[in-house]
């Protein structure tokens, strides 16, 4: 009988060594896991600042479009003016030297 329990003994001194690795292993894996899952969501961070970063780049682009179109349409907006000026007084000097004659 006392054989048969120090069987039993080794048997589950062995079965928990045994186990006992078993978790060790898999703490390992999860480990490497963890560093990877840690490793993607460094890089997709990154890749957040980064699209946010061109995303403010494109937003101060379009400012600055928007910016030099109203300079575009102010320009040929007085560049008309002064035509449509510059043709009156034309006008004006006609009638005045009409009158004159």
Do not use: F, P, W
Not at 27 to 44: I, M, N, P, S, V
């Amino acid at each position: 009988m006392a054989d048969q329990k120090n069987i039993n003994g080794h048997e589950l001194l062995h079965l928990l060594e045994t186990r006992v690795r078993q978790l060790i292993l898999q703490e390992k894996e999860l480990q490497e896991q963890y560093r990877a899952l840690e490793e993607r969501l460094a890089e997709r961070d990154r890749k957040i600042e980064e699209l946010k970063q061109q995303n403010r780049d494109a937003e101060a682009r379009y400012e600055n479009l928007k910016v030099a179109r109203m300079l575009e349409l102010s320009d040929s907006d007085t560049r008309n003016a002064r035509q449509r000026l510059n043709r009156l007084v034309r006008d004006v000097d006609k009638c005045i030297a009409l009158l004159k004659a």
